[in-house]
């Protein structure tokens, strides 16, 4: 049925052209032609238009309606181009099934695009798109703005986080002291300098009275800081009890609107010494300077008392009666010679004739010099360090001056002793030379005489030096004799130190120029690489307080912790309350009935294994003779070198670990 009727629908022979309706009117066919043309040309090149605009946008949405209309648009040019040839040709059959099938698509196309309007209706406009990239072009530049911002922001952290570091650097790294406070003295900032100046942790004291550390402080009538406002010397206190000189420097300022204070703590230990050292030896340049002059003027009236004495002699031969009293005359004229020729050497106005000295060889001809002079109580013994010993000086002075120490030796044992003579090459080093400004740091041939008489106190010894002081009855001493050694050391580019202590005796050190400028087996070396170092914390017992101030740095120096105590009860307390204490470091004589012998015992038996260095002014030879040590203690001999002291800390330390 379906076949006969497009055979039916197909059949054109029964049909008339169109072209017999126009009546073959020749201007009315073309019209139709040319139109119909132009017609379907304009609708073939649309779909061609679509086909190429869907193609290059595949972002378009809805892209199948373009191709859908490109379809219907096809078929209307198609209709076109048969009503032209339908005009000669009567297929209206086909034309028909053509422009059925064109009304299905346009009814598809227009029934699938209302549905779509609401959606086609939601893209936005040419003129909301302006508006909406109008404003996103202002979000950006706020987007920018805020990035910049946010830039700006963060560099200004970062300035400030680098500020912050750098100015943290500064406090931490400082060398005096930084305390901040607020306005009720609470102590918000406390650096590690002023930690090892007063002892005590930052944590132990944060938030706690800046008067803890600076109790001469009195306060202010409205109990605020502001007193502190000014600079100038106060005393701190130490956790440990002990004080020290210092300069505070406070300022203030304000954060967030409450006042707060900064204050500068510089420790004057070393400069207040340094003060005691420089006015004593201006007062001995003074007294040698005095001295000088009156043996100077002395010398010519005795010039003139003597040689008168000597013609008076002459005059009465004939008168032996009278010529023994200008003959006492002349011998005590010379005796007054004597004695200014020894404040001449005091004030250094001696002639020196110096010269290259074997000091071993010296104390050799000394010793049996002494053996024929000194009592036959006292035992003389000699001893002398490695290497080449030899000094640059006056032969002749040297050994007067051997000569008088040994003498004052034997005065100061009147129930006889021991007299050691000794020699070594020794190093002065800078720390020495912060104790004693007077004194070239360098390398020098040591000689030292000992005895285990009755020794000095503390004023004694201090005066020692100076000229006419005696402790010696009244013509048994002229004290011009540690005068003359004093004088003589330093004409000589030397030194002269006198280390002694009540019941055991006095050391004398002359330190000489070395003759010879190489080293030799028997020097140590004193650089900071040669030094062993530790991390164990030292007690550090030591009554004196420039001393125990300069063995906390030079032991800090090596590594070490350090806890201090003034004498041997408190070094037994802290020993009792801090059990990270790994050994003890103790002076020989403290104040307190307490030496450091008995400290030593009381501490052991606290702590079995405790390792113990003793330090003191003599050899531990000296002190085994007199029964004040065992053989098996090691003492660092004061003074010490940083190198000696290193050794002696880590001889110690190996003690006790071969002992345990």
Known sequence: MMWAFFERLLDSSMLSPHGICLLWEPELIWLHVVSDACIAAAYFSIPFALA???????????????????????????THVLSIYTLWVPVYGIEGIVKAATAVASVMTAGALWPLLPKILTIPSPFELRQVQAALEEEEIKSRDATLLLQQVSDAQRAMRDSMARLTAIVETAVDGVILFDAQDRILLFNPACARLFGYSADEVMGRNVRMLIPEAGAAPDGQGRQFATAGEA?????????????????????????????????????????????????????????????????????????????????LKARPDLRRFADDIAQSGERGAELTQRLLAFSRRQLLQPQTIDCRSLLESMFKLLKRTLREDIEIKTSSGLGTIQAFADRAQLESAVLNLALNAQD????????????????????????????????????????????MTPEVARRAFEPFFTTKEVGKG???????????????????????????GTTVRLYLPRADAGSSQGELSDSEDAAPRGYETILIAEDDPFVRSSAIRRVEALGYRVVAAVNGKEALQQLRTDPSIDMLF??????????????????????????????????LETLVEQGQAHAQAIVLTKPYRKIELAQRLREAFAATTVAS
């Open 52 to 78: 190429i605009l869907v193609t290059k946008r595949r972002d378009l949405k809805f892209g199948w309606v373009y191709w859908a209309f490109a379809i219907f648009i096809m078929a209307c040019g198609l």
């Open 235 to 315: 005393t701190g206190l130490r956790k440990d009890g002990s004080t020290f000189p210092m300069e505070l420097s406070v300022g203030q300022a304000r954060q967030d609107g409450e006042l707060i204070f900064v204050g500068i703590v510089h420790d004057l230990t070393a400069r207040k010494l340094t003060e005691q050292q420089l006015q004593q030896a201006q007062k001995m340049e003074t007294v040698g300077q005095l001295s000088g002059g009156i043996a100077h003027d002395f010398n010519n009236l005795l010039t003139v008392i003597i040689g008168n004495a000597e013609h008076l002699s002459e005059q």
């Open 412 to 455: 100061a044992m009147p129930a006889g002793g021991h007299l050691t003579l000794s020699t070594e090459l020794t190093t002065l080093d800078e720390d020495y030379r912060v104790l004693h400004p007077e004194v070239a740091a360098g390398a020098y041939a040591l000689i030292s005489i000992t005895d285990d008489g009755e020794g």
């Open 478 to 504: 002229s004290g011009l004799g540690l005068s003359m050694v004093y004088g003589f050391a330093k004409q000589s580019n030397g030194h002269v130190t006198i280390y002694s202590e009540a019941g055991l």
């Open 586 to 619: 103790t002076d020989i004589v403290m104040p307190g009935g307490m030496s450091g012998w008995d400290l030593a015992d009381q501490a052991r038996r606290i702590r079995p294994s405790l390792p113990v260095l003793f330090t003191s002014g003599y050899a």
